[in-house]
């Protein structure tokens, strides 16, 4: 008979002890974590809707609001981070890590993980002597030191390292955690070697360290966030004589725009609506009304991006309000997790010229333009490239050759008309309130959410509150996931900025032959790869200035060349490898960004010929504009 062997209580004792400390330790991580993220998504909410019944409903303004919200935003990041990176839950490219045998595989994790602590670890000095800094500087209406705000970089930086050391030797062996430490020292130790030869190439660094570097960090498994800020940190430290303080400075003013903070409150919005039981009714009437047509779930999610794009300010605000509501439906009927992401990806960019659009807003303030007609002309290229997307999905909704469904009888079709008519009224509320000037852009989402909680209990009479705290830290780690992507990309783009790159550019395009026409056509080129690694705003701000006089001289019209550049940016926006939007998009459909890369290809390229259409055809742009 076969005799179990069983260790000796000692040796159990000895072997399971690091574990169990190790388990011990990511609990405690966790719990310091979730709760001050759970915590701080709620004091948003609280602190930016009593500002808006203050303001419009007791006229008596409290002008604190702003600076407390962006005080507890930038600690809700940073704390919000760490839980994503405690999950896994920051974004990657894992196509090539997949495809890998699993010995390989298992040291590209790891690798990964000592990258991300590499990053961390180079920049947590940096950050301590930018709170430090701060300390100097008293926020006026609150009137004390700013550096209650910035310590939030110090001490979350300082949580995900931790978090990451006990995750690297809780999921790799100590030799593979030794090999992936020691090959990335070699590299760090490498480029270090290197510095005076870097030094000596000048802009050829820029291909280095952003193009090549990057590349080979995402492709790699690295998570974006960190990918982005290895290759920036690496450029100023080994290439120039920029203090590397400034890169955090840079981080925290790109994660600290206020109308960003409509990020995780969208998102929580989005949670609250599919709890209420409102996204499943409201589902449920736009599959009766389109269930029969092939892929109609799918143009119900580009008309819903239409018109919700521009109602908080931030496209991951946007699609966090709609993709909860229709995924999981559009999964029930055939869709792909991949194809989902691609065309709300996809839909991002289509929207970017839908007012009220911060970016267009940039342009008007920037170039002297007027923002009525900027908003006026945005509406018609967003239909044309709506038209675009929605000839993909009839492509590919008939070479699936998924069946057809039945037609539901009208009578069915109203009686769900009516009771999703709560749930669809949201959008329009939120509208209203934006645009009668009941709240702003970032306080708007409070306004969806008490409305929401209300439709819940008073008319669907579902609320599942053992539900809330979950999805609470689960807001704040997907919030934390996509904000740090975009503070290490602010910083990455401003160190192109300092390189001279943008000024080069301008010069290169004000040659080129081809007039008119030609200067166009490269501005789209121009534009989509600037767009893959700035954001809309900062790209306007360096080089709207130097191209929108280039584009007067040759006649071109100042609003048709602001669609053109905008749609442009929003390809680059929102297309693998590099866009920050995709990457946004995956987070918020909780899918993996290496499924999406096979279905994206196609929207992306009738986007672009959209462009190319909008860019041909002035009319479409100034058309409507009174002359």
Not at 144 to 163: D, E, K, M
């Amino acid at each position: 008979m076969h005799r179990q062997h069983v260790d000796p209580p000692e040796a159990a004792t000895r072997a399971s002890a690091p574990q169990r400390a190790l388990q011990c330790a990511d609990k405690a991580l966790g719990m310091l974590c979730e709760v001050p993220a759970a915590l701080l998504v709620v004091a948003e909410i609280v602190v930016l809707f009593s500002g808006v019944v203050s303001r419009y409903l007791l006229h008596s303004p409290l002008v604190w609001v702003d600076e407390l919200a962006s005080l507890l935003f930038i600690w809700l990041i940073m704390f919000g981070a760490a839980v994503a990176f405690r999950r896994g839950n920051h974004m990657r490219m894992t196509a090539l890590v997949d495809k890998a045998d699993p010995g390989l595989r298992g040291f590209l994790e790891a690798v990964a993980t000592v990258a991300a602590m590499t990053w961390l670890a180079l920049v947590a000095h940096p950050a301590f002597e930018f709170a430090s800094e701060e300390a100097m500087v008293t926020l006026p209406a609150l009137d004390i030191s700013n550096a209650w705000r910035a310590a939030a970089l110090p001490v979350g930086i300082g949580l995900i390292l931790l978090t990451s050391v006990v995750r690297l030797l809780g999921t790799s062996s100590r030799r593979m955690a030794l090999a992936a430490v020691i090959a990335c020292g070699a590299v760090v130790a490498g480029l270090v070697l290197l510095q005076p030869v870097l030094q000596g190439l000048g802009n050829a660094n820029l291909l280095v360290f952003f193009v090549l570097g990057v590349g080979l960090l995402v492709f790699t498994g690295v998570p974006i966030a960190f990918s982005f800020g290895l290759a920036t940190f690496g450029y100023l430290a080994l290439t120039t004589s920029t203090p590397t303080m400034v890169i955090v400075g840079r981080m925290d003013e790109g994660m600290s725009h206020l109308i960003l903070l409509s990020v995780p409150l969208f998102v929580f919005l989005g949670v609250l609506i599919e709890m209420t039981s409102m996204a499943r009714a409201m589902v449920q009437f736009l599959a009766n009304l389109l269930g029969h047509v092939r892929g109609g779930l799918s143009y119900v999610l580009i008309g819903a991006m239409y018109l919700v794009s521009g109602i908080s300010g931030s496209k991951a605000a946007d699609m966090a309000a709609v993709a909860p509501v229709l995924f999981p439906e559009m999964k029930e009927r055939g869709a792909e997790d991949g194809e989902m992401v691609a065309l709300l990806s996809a839909t991002g960019a289509q929207t970017e010229t839908i007012p009220p659009s911060l970016v267009l807003i940039t342009i008007g303030s920037v170039m002297g333009i007027s923002i009525a007609d900027l908003f006026t002309g945005g509406l018609l290229p967003g239909v044309v490239l709506a038209a675009m997307l929605g000839l993909v999905v009839w492509w590919r909704a008939r070479k699936a050759g998924r069946p057809s469904g039945a037609r539901v009888d009208w009578g069915v079709v109203g009686k769900s008309f009516v009771v999703a008519l709560p749930a669809l009224a949201l959008p329009f509320v939120i509208r209203a309130a934006v645009v009668e000037g009941v709240a702003t852009a970032t306080e708007v989402s409070t306004i969806g959410i008490v409305y929401t909680v209300l439709a819940g209990l008073l008319i669907y009479r579902k609320l599942d509150l053992r539900r809330v705290w979950p999805a609470l830290v689960e807001t704040a780690a997907l919030s934390g996931a996509i904000l740090l992507i975009i503070g290490t990309a602010t910083g990455m783009a401003w160190a192109l900025t300092q390189s001279g790159f943008s000024s080069d550019l301008a010069a290169a395009m004000a040659k080129l032959p081809g007039g008119a026409a030609g200067f166009m056509a490269v501005s789209i080129l121009a534009f989509v790869l600037l767009g893959s690694v700035l954001e809309g705003i900062p790209a306007i701000v360096l080089f709207g200035p130097l191209l929108f006089p280039i584009a007067r001289q040759l006649g071109i019209h100042d609003v048709h060349y602001a669609m053109v550049v905008v749609l442009a940016m929003g390809i680059g926006l929102f297309a693998p490898p590099f866009g920050v939007g995709y990457y946004a998009a995956c987070a918020i459909s909780r899918t993996s960004p290496s499924e999406g890369v096979r279905h994206i290809g196609l929207y992306m390229a009738s986007l672009f010929i959209g462009t190319v259409l909008v860019a041909a055809v002035p009319w479409i742009s100034i058309g409507f504009l009174n002359r």
